[in-house]
């Protein structure tokens, strides 16, 4: 994937940029300044303009020059060398400098669920009628709505109707054409309001949104490492580089991914917004001295996952995978966390797993999220939700009220309360396996510097208005909102519909977006 450069009546360069979007803009704009007047894609020719900056594969036709060879050269670096996962440190040097450079009015980092929001929201108008600002939108995972799409079969605590009125509050995400162009069956409009659904239907609803709006912003498949501004007043500039996170599956935490840490782009913004991925939290540091297996969230909170697994110890055993034969027993489970999470894995490890028995350790009982004032729980229209953040919702909660007090008589299911002056290795010495609930915290995130001094993206958060310095704001599950209920209860927050909506909405204005 790099470039091709031949000298004859017309100078033609050929980029293929099927993960970087942003070598095709580069080259689009420099053509086009040194008067280049068509491109060509697959043996279609078309007018030359930005909107044609997302298409695999353009050729771009110039006059022979010397100006124009130089500026269409830079771009053949950027893309050559953004390309190569296997570059020597030699062309890593010359890639940096040769990195493309582009200046917009917003820069969003992640493509998540809020990340779409927010690219929505700052873009603001339906598909097809002007755009009247220009946005950079930078992913590591390549736009797949990060981490949602692998828990399709897991249940949401959201309601269809605060669902749907969340993707109709952004024009931009154009939810009624993209759901009516879906089979029925797979589509958000087909169910019943007050119902929940799994979170697959908003993958689906999302990655269609996704589609459309990174035909309408400047794309980059790539990671910022780091976010720069002199002070107030000025602009962010924004190293991008080809560096992608992943989750470690042999247990919580991450590791990184690395294809190529050279810069393959500096961009410039005066407003930029913070969704970046989280991943489980590490381990305790004493867990290493716990002697059964450590089975990732992960793979607890997705049945699909959870009978992979039940069939791999079917096939390690010898036993034969037949309706005669369920999932052998695996003894002992624990759950540490009891949070939406921490019990949604105990049912699934009871129901799919083969669990013959399940211990739950808690730091508090058990919470439900209860609405007041008229309010669903989720959609609290005029209403609100108390342990919004922090409560039990959908079908986790209605398995934990009708089902768990059964369970704990039958001694199928303990909730135990962690004891804080005991190590857990020793409290759960017991147990064969064990699955750690206790949080997420944010993955790749840049370095951040204001005014010449390094600032800590967590710390410098403010969950309430979701600014981190000015013009900086930070959104999603990395970075929570902040939440008082009117009763006087503090707690944090995440989530997409409504609340996510109104939290993103409010994110932007502080920062000076909207």
């Known amino acids: 994937m790099g470039t091709c450069c031949q000298a004859t ?4 360069y050929r980029y293929s940029i099927e993960q970087h979007n942003m070598a095709a803009l580069m080259l689009v704009r420099a053509a086009t300044a040194r008067g280049a007047r068509r491109l060509t894609w ?21 006059p022979p020059s010397g100006t124009c060879r130089r500026s269409l050269a830079g771009c053949a670096a950027f893309s050559s060398s953004s390309s190569s996962a ?10 940096s400098s040769s990195a493309a450079h582009i200046s917009v009015d917003a820069l969003v980092v992640g493509g998540g669920p809020l990340g779409v929001l927010a690219v929505a929201d700052i873009v603001g108008t339906a598909p097809g009628l002007p755009v009247v600002r220009s946005v950079a939108w930078v992913d590591d995972r390549g736009f797949g709505c990060g981490m949602l799409g692998t828990y399709g079969d897991v249940p949401g605590n959201t309601s269809v109707g605060s669902l749907r009125r969340s993707f109709r509050a952004f024009p931009a995400l154009d939810f009624d054409r993209c759901q009516a162009q879906r089979p029925a069956g797979g589509r958000l409009l087909d169910l019943p309001a007050a119902d929940t659904c799994l979170l697959g239907l908003c993958a689906d609803a999302l990655a269609d949104s996704t589609d459309l709006l990174r035909q309408r912003v400047d794309c980059v498949h790539g990671r910022v490492t780091s976010l720069v501004c002199a002070g107030p007043g000025h602009p962010w500039a924004a190293q991008v580089s080809h560096k992608a996170t992943k989750q470690d599956e042999r247990g919580n935490g991450t590791a990184p991914l690395t294809c190529n840490e050279a810069p393959i782009a500096t961009i410039t913004a005066p407003r930029v917004v913070l969704a970046p991925g989280a991943a489980p939290r590490p381990l305790p540091e004493t ?6 297996e450590t089975v990732s969230l992960h793979t607890a909170l997705s049945t699909d996952r959870l009978r992979e697994y039940a069939a791999v110890r079917m096939k390690q055993q010898g036993v034969t995978n037949t309706p005669a034969h369920p999932p052998p027993s695996s003894g002992h489970w624990a759950v540490v966390g009891n949070s939406h999470s921490g019990m949604l894995a105990a049912k699934n490890l009871l129901e799919v797993g083969g669990a013959e028995r399940v211990t739950v350790t808690q730091r508090r009982p058990l919470r439900w999220a209860e609405s007041h004032n008229g309010g669903h729980a989720n959609d609290a229209d005029g209403g609100w939700v108390r342990f919004d953040g922090s409560g ?3 079908e986790v909660a209605r398995w934990a009220r009708e089902d768990v007090p059964g369970l704990q008589a039958a001694g199928v299911l303990e909730l135990r309360d962690e004891d804080r002056g005991v190590p857990l290795h020793t409290q759960l010495a017991d147990a064969a396996h064990v699955v750690f609930a206790i949080g997420f915290e944010p993955v790749g995130l840049p370095k951040v510097v204001f005014e010449g001094k390094r600032v800590d993206p967590r710390e410098a958060h403010d969950g309430f208005t979701g600014a981190i310095a000015p ?6 599950i990395a970075f929570p909102e902040s939440y008082t209920d009117p009763e006087g209860n503090t707690e944090t927050r995440v989530g997409f519909a409504c609340r996510g909506m109104k939290h993103t909405k409010r994110t932007l204005r502080n920062i000076g977006v909207r």
């Open 9 to 12: 009546k017309q100078t033609r």
């Open 42 to 62: 697959r043996r279609r020719e078309m007018p030359l303009d930005r909107n044609h900056a997302h298409l695999h594969g353009v050729s771009v036709q110039v």
């Open 86 to 95: 296997s570059s020597s440190s030699s062309s890593s040097s010359s890639s």
């Open 287 to 292: 867990w290493s001295l716990y002697g059964g």
């Open 392 to 394: 039990l919702k959908g």
């Open 471 to 476: 013009a900086l704001g930070a959104l999603g």
